[in-house]
């Protein structure tokens, strides 16, 4: 099993550019996260997906999409980058027993440049 | 709202030494507690969660943490440090069961372990 996967792992946006940041689980989870690590802020949530075809505003979503067209791949959408988000993005993965969200299992990581 | 506190930045520990990553929480009902560790450039890896049952947790890597109800803290701790278990280490706090539920991560402790 490859587990979480993300697509790239390294780019360089200038102001106004748009990109779509790719992650693929292997590991049949329902839930689907995307979270940005910034300096002594630790990860916040961008948005989530319950199931295919469903997502949800986590707390920092404004100047991303997403979209969970297929159960294994959770797409992030940046429609016109700015520099604030130049960020590490992570994306995880988590499966639900008995109705409950457990361990996440992240990604290695997408480090973002804009410029 | 819940929320994680992670209250030192930086903990230095000699290599053989008991070490300790302190962590304390705030949420409503009871809680389910994560460390995860993050090793450069590489994302997040679980090791070790609390739900319920013994206050006392063992997880990966030789690591333990101490759920303490009363002072609403997790604690990691390690008997005997190694140099390879330097890296950034989060809490993380969710809310009870039922349905989705965030989870929130303090901003890390970076812990280095001398030789």
């Known amino acids: 099993n490859a587990g979480v996967t993300q697509t790239p792992k390294f780019r360089v946006l200038k102001t106004g550019q748009s990109m779509t940041l790719l992650c693929a689980q292997d590991?049949?989870?329902?839930?689907m996260y995307w979270y940005r690590q910034d300096p002594g802020m630790g990860l916040r949530l961008i948005h989530y997906s319950v199931g295919e075809g469903t997502t949800a505003k986590g707390e920092v979503p404004d100047g991303y999409n997403v979209s969970r067209l297929k159960k294994q791949n959770f797409l992030l959408g940046l429609e016109s980058a700015a520099p604030s988000q130049t960020s590490v993005y992570f994306c995880a993965s988590s499966y639900v027993r008995t109705g409950n969200t457990d361990t996440q299992y992240f990604g290695p990581g997408t480090r973002l440049t804009v410029l | 709202a819940q929320s994680v506190a992670q209250p030192e930045d930086q903990v230095k520990v000699a290599e053989g030494n008991p070490l300790t990553v302190k962590c304390t929480y705030s949420v409503s009902g009871n809680p389910y507690l994560f460390w995860y560790v993050q090793y450069p450039n590489r994302g997040l890896q679980f090791l070790l969660k609390y739900i319920t049952g013994d206050n006392l947790v063992k997880g990966s890597y030789g690591f333990e943490a101490e759920f303490n109800k009363s002072q609403t803290s997790f604690h990691l701790k390690k008997p005997s440090a190694l140099v390879s278990d330097s890296a950034l280490y989060f809490c993380a706090v969710r809310g009870p069961s039922g349905g989705y539920q965030k989870v929130t991560f303090g901003t890390g402790t970076k812990l280095q372990v001398i030789p």
């Open positions: 590991m049949n989870h329902e839930y």
